[in-house]
């Protein structure tokens, strides 16, 4: 029986001390996994940053040119009911205020409106990202209305 008690009691030692390393792997385990997690969370957060540094600007430029279609869309109704082109577009807008503001562009900065000298054309031109006019970024329309 003194056998048998001694046998018990190295058995139940093993099997505390399997327990404890599987305690011991499982807890780096639990370890490991939230580094994973972790890293996965960054690697997204950092691809979105990157994702959303590249998408903003393209999707300012295209606002941009929706505001400036809208306008060219109005100005040549103005045309059509008026026979002239308005001087500024600031009219426009007032006359039409679910377009919103259309003299300005998507970077806030005031969309130039310039009637050609005959008055049967117009050009629009939005300064573009960086605000400074006659640069690449800048977006104009031209429009030759019949």
Request: net charge negative; glycine share 8%.
């Amino acid at each position: 029986m003194l056998g048998l008690g001694i046998t018990e009691i190295i058995a139940e030692f093993y099997i505390l001390k399997e327990d404890l390393f599987a305690g011991e792997i499982s807890s780096k385990r639990v370890q490991k996994s939230y580094a994973i997690a972790f890293t996965v969370l960054f690697a997204v957060f950092i691809l979105g940053l990157i994702g959303y540094s590249y998408i903003a600007p393209i999707q300012k430029a295209n606002a941009t040119k929706d505001t400036m279609l809208a306008t060219t869309y109005l100005l040549k109704q103005e045309k059509e009911a008026t026979g002239q082109f308005p001087d500024e577009i600031g009219r426009l807008a007032r006359r039409n205020p679910t377009y919103g503001n259309l003299s300005v562009d998507s970077w806030d900065n005031e969309i130039l409106y310039q009637k050609t000298e005959n008055g049967e054309n117009f050009i629009l031109t939005s300064k573009g990202k960086d605000g400074i006019l006659d640069t690449e970024d800048d977006i104009i329309m031209h429009k030759v209305l019949e």
